[in-house]
T-cell receptor, first 116, second 114 residues
Framework: GAVVSQHPSWVICKSGTSVKIECRSL??????MFWYRQFPKKSLMLMAT?????????EQGVEKDKFLINHASLTLSTLTVTSAHPEDSSFYIC????????????FGPGTRLTVL | GQSLEQPSEVTAVEGAIVQINCTYQ??????LSWYQQHDGGAPTFLSY????GLEETGRFSSFLSRSDSYGYLLLQELQMKDSASYFC???????????????FGAGTQVVVTP
């Protein structure tokens, strides 16, 4: 099946710094990628949708200036958490759609972000 | 808005059958999916129903009734490795502004005991 990777798998940073998380589709081209945030024992909350070559669409309540998303190619999307604060600590997961097959999304393994 | 309701936790013994119900209220509907997630891991796709009826994939089956806005995931011959969280998710209708976003339920923690 399709494989999606994320890097890094975990990161610890100081408050006020920026952190970049990469999401790659390894064996397919992903026209659309999604970024989710998940708190412990909670559901996945969609943050934004990105299409290759266009601006991301953010869900209501998600600060686009804080969570910068770039979908530079058909195999790479990045999420940058700018000026991170402890409340940004969470599990960030990306997923990707392969072409027009909307029946399932392929999820990355997630990135655990801890802001001190 | 949209909402999906599923039980928070289910406990069962190995070999048993578990049914996880999901009811949804959505402005658009393009199918009900189920995902499994082990602690600290990525969600993995289990099944997808766009039409009414039962879909069977090995020990797991999923059912949908669009008229009742209801579906369920059936786990048969439970194994210890099935202990995980299970999420139902509804896909938005595809429009020029939507690429079929998934809205997830809160998840059901399935605990399998010996």
């Amino acid at each position: 099946g399709a494989v999606v990777s994320q890097h890094p798998s975990w990161v610890i940073c100081k408050s006020g710094t920026s952190v970049k998380i990469e999401c790659r589709s390894l064996d397919f081209q992903a026209t659309t990628m999604f970024w989710y945030r998940q708190f412990p024992k909670k559901s996945l909350m969609l943050m934004a949708t990105s299409n290759e070559g266009s601006k991301a669409t953010y869900e209501q309540g998600v600060e686009k200036d804080k969570f910068l998303i770039n979908h530079a190619s058909l195999t790479l999307s990045t999420l940058t958490v700018t000026s991170a604060h402890p409340e940004d600590s969470s599990f960030y997961i990306c997923s990707a759609l392969e072409g027009r097959d909307y029946n399932e999304q392929f999820f990355g393994p997630g990135t655990r972000l801890t802001v001190l | 808005g949209q909402s999906l309701e599923q039980p928070s936790e289910v406990t069962a013994v190995e070999g048993a059958i578990v049914q996880i119900n999901c009811t949804y209220q959505t402005s658009g509907f393009y199918g009900l999916s189920w995902y499994q997630q082990h602690d600290g891991g990525a969600p993995t796709f289990l099944s997808y129903n766009a039409l009414d009826g039962l879909e069977e994939t090995g020990r797991f089956s999923s059912f949908l009734s669009r008229s009742d806005s209801y579906g369920y995931l059936l786990l048969q011959e439970l194994q210890m490795k099935d202990s995980a969280s299970y999420f139902c998710a509804v896909r938005d209708l595809l429009t020029t502004d939507s690429w079929g976003k998934l809205q997830f339920g809160a998840g059901t923690q399935v605990v399998v005991t010996p």
